[in-house]
Nanobody, 121 residues
Framework: QVQVVESGGGLVQTGGSLRLSCVVS????????MGWFRQAPGKEREYVAA????????NYADAVKGRFTLSRDYAKNTGYLTMNSLKPEDTAVYYC??????????????WGQGTQVTVSS
């Protein structure tokens, strides 16, 4: 079993920044990547970004490209989602997950409990 724990959510004004963290209890061969997803009230869960543990390769959804940066500390099994220029439409529960390097949620095997991000206008 792999534990995934997010932190760092909160309330921020439009244009502000937040950094989310995600600590994973261990890396496995079946979980080569970390992915972030978000879900706003009444909407489906959507892909935000993903990173490969080994080489740090990243991919971003168009909605966050240029504003969000995903990085990782390989030794600490920790990922960081730095969110800049936040908009009200970024308001959602943000979930961290580990699994295959993909934008598809069903390819991620282990999930955190989520952390709320609220952007006020």
């Amino acid at each position: 079993q792999v534990q995934v724990v997010e932190s760092g959510g909160g309330l921020v004004q439009t244009g502000g920044s937040l950094r989310l963290s995600c600590v994973v209890s261990r890396r496995t061969s079946s979980t080569p990547a970390m992915g972030w997803f978000r879900q706003a009230p009444g909407k489906e869960r959507e892909y935000v970004a993903a990173i490969v543990w080994s080489d740090g390769s990243t991919n971003y959804a168009d909605a966050v490209k240029g504003r969000f940066t995903l990085s990782r500390d390989y030794a600490k099994n920790t990922g960081y989602l730095t969110m800049n220029s936040l908009k009200p439409e970024d308001t959602a529960v943000y979930y961290c997950s580990v699994g295959a390097y993909s934008y598809k949620a069903n390819l991620y095997r282990y999930w955190g409990q989520g952390t709320q991000v609220t952007v006020s206008s």
